[in-house]
């Protein structure tokens, strides 16, 4: 069992950063991680994904270059640094992990997942 918690989220002008921490706590074993959203009566979005060896990492679109996904192993923490914020990025963080025997696979499907955290609320005021 893996219990992924989020820490970080809060109130932020547009324009400004916040960084996100998920600590996974549980059972030492190999994951892969991943960011998702929810806004308001949408649907849960993909963000951001890590491999365990930070090898390989995918983010959605509307984030390139505006956020940035990074892991330290040695402390099961997985953040998101983002940038430049825009309203539209309000919403519920989530963290996700899901076992892996490839140190280099991401997902980038919620259904893929099979830990989830309770969500860090991030909202950006215009």
């Known amino acids: 069992q893996v219990q992924p918690v989020e820490s970080g989220g809060g109130l932020v002008q547009a324009g400004g950063s916040l960084k996100l921490s998920c600590v996974a706590s549980?059972?030492?074993?190999?994951?892969?991680m991943a960011w998702f959203r929810q806004a308001p009566g949408k649907e849960r979005d993909f963000v951001a994904a890590i491999s365990w060896n930070s090898g390989n990492k995918y983010l959605a679109d509307s984030v390139k270059g505006r956020f940035t996904i990074s892991r330290d192993n040695t402390k099961n923490t997985m953040y998101l640094q983002m940038s430049s914020l825009k309203p539209e990025d309000t919403a519920v963080y989530y963290c996700a992990a899901k076992p892996t025997v490839h140190p280099m696979v991401v997902f980038t499907t919620a259904k893929e997942y099979n830990y989830w955290g309770q969500g860090t609320q991030v909202t950006v005021s215009s």
């Open positions: 549980g059972r030492a074993f190999s994951y892969v």
